[in-house]
Nanobody, 127 residues
Framework: QLQVVESGGGSVQPGGSLRLSCAASGFSVDYYAIGWFRQAPGKEREGVSCIGSRDKSIIYTDSVKGRFTISKDNAKNTVYLQMNSLKPEDTGVYYC????????????????????WGQGTQVTVSS
């Protein structure tokens, strides 16, 4: 069964860190772009970061540059999002998703470029 499952969310204080995991099944993360998106209460979903197939492309939205790092473990078929120096505005439900096209080296933070989505994991940053 083709799916992606997020984990690793939680509640942290500002300045803290979390590592989100996106475990894939039914396909290899080495051959598809994987994106991370988030949605805060009352706001539209926004793209956070993505990594292209074979790690050819990595993109971050401006608000997380220098704080978040996306990486991939092909052996575990899992993509990670390391989030450091978390801010209250990082609060939201974080989703990972698979890119639509096989062996697409580039990636983009557009939702319609992704077909399979996880159920999301909650991240709350609050003092």
């Amino acid at each position: 069964q083709l799916q992606v499952v997020e984990s690793g969310g939680g509640s942290v204080q500002p300045g803290g860190s979390l590592r989100l995991s996106c475990a894939a099944s039914g396909f290899s993360v080495d051959y598809y772009a994987i994106g991370w998106f988030r949605q805060a209460p009352g706001k539209e979903r926004e793209g956070v970061s993505c990594i292209g197939s074979r790690d050819k492309s990595i993109i971050y939205t401006d608000s997380v540059k220098g704080r978040f790092t996306i990486s991939k473990d092909n052996a575990k078929n899992t993509v990670y999002l390391q989030m450091n120096s978390l801010k209250p505005e990082d609060t939201g439900v974080y989703y990972c998703a698979r890119g639509r096209y096989y062996r697409t080296d580039y990636c983009a933070l557009r939702g319609y470029d992704y077909d399979y989505w996880g159920q999301g994991t909650q991240v709350t940053v609050s003092s």
